[in-house]
């Protein structure tokens, strides 16, 4: 095999890595189950896990991704003496969550892109709330309509991967991270000038414990880890491109900041907007589809608004999927022997055909049911709140356990006081935190 691609510096590994990070996850989700859970209180606690459980399973997988320049299934064999072994589980349950995440991923990306075109169009102009409501349940129940904007979604995330590390990911992320950043901080300056500006930095800033459940504890332990693209090996692979050199103490501070910090903005942003009319926090996840559209279109200067954030969000979204079908790719790529391009069109096609599950799964077959749930629902569940976890916890306890001191070490580049702090917070506490939400996952 010839000399593996690297991305061209730090700064491109970064973009690229936060590309990833900072999607759906951290502009629809954080919003709204911030909004939900009670504001302060969880945000308190979201960035005590970003930085105690995310951050050092961040470090891990971008260690063990650059240390053995391979696939994530090849990277454990390889650090456990180039054998199939137990430790091969990770890569291998990360490889099915990269192909069920994309397959509904890139449908909810194709709902972004059907709103952004609603906007360019003016569609929500003058409508209330409600009306947009509809226009949202009319999307769903529309098959071809959804299938339109899959196609698409799945198309420019294909397009983009296709040209490899350099001229595909490392191009399109340096160019929509920047603008992302552009957009947002234009929302930020209108959301400034709102009315409800003071009360949105209150209600997310100023904690108040009596709001905060057990389970909006558990749910901020789970989202550091989608927000952070953990447990499937996503990381690990762009890990894999880096080159050997890299320190990765700042690489993942400043990756795992970036993703805080544009979730943080988002939030302050999203709910200006709604304590502008004086509406409660917690609508849940119709907050940015149905929610945000309506108060915009009521909002002077609000269509053009609407514009600018279906497109930000748009391509948050665009730069976190092509980072999960890279975990195909380079997996297929190196395992098969096969070109890249091919396997891009190839991992690409299936994937998008078995989107189709979840898309029928709000039409066609609203009723049919696996476990209970619906494909969107079964395939969401099934890698968020499953093998994500379980995939984290044993990338943390390889790193702690079977690595050890001399590799957290190389990773604080000789300081032993940091590299005694990674070794724990992947031995013992990560681990811990992971092993509670699973468990609450399974008996609940
Ligand atoms: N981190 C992404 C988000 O917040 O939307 C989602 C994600 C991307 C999860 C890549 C997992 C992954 F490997």
Known sequence: MGQRVHWSGRLAFILAAAGSAIGLGNIWKFPYIAGVNGGGAFVLIYLLCIACVGLPVLISEIYIGQRTQSNAVKAFEKLSGDKKTFWSAPGYMGLISAILILSFYSVVGGWVLDFFYQSVSFQFQGKSAAEISDILGGMLGDPVRMSISHTLFMGLT?????????DGLERWTKILMPALLVLLVAMLVKSVSLDGFSAAISFLFSPDFSKLSPAGILEAVGHSFFTLSLGMGAMLTYGSYLNEKEDLLKTGLMIAFL?????????????????SFDLEP??????MFATLPGLLAQMPGGDYLSIIFFML?????????????????????????????????????????????????????KEVKVFGLNFFDLFDSTSSHYLLPIGGLMISLFMGWRLGLDDSMRVTSGNKPLALGLMWLTRVVAPIAIAVVIYQKVVA
């Open 313 to 365: 969000v748009l391509f948050a979204a665009l730069s976190s999927a092509v980072s999960i079908l890279e975990v195909a790719i380079t997996y297929f790529s190196e395992t098969l022997n096969k070109d890249r391009k091919k396997v891009t069109l190839g991992a690409g096609l299936v994937i998008y055909l078995m989107a189709y599950l979840p898309l029928f799964s709000f039409n066609y077959w």
């Open 259 to 275: 993703d805080t910090f544009i979730a943080l903005l988002a939030g302050v942003v999203i709910f200006s907007i709604v304590f």
């Open 282 to 287: 917690a609508s849940g996840p119709g907050l």
């Open 158 to 166: 294909v397009a983009m991967v296709y040209g490899g590390i350099k």
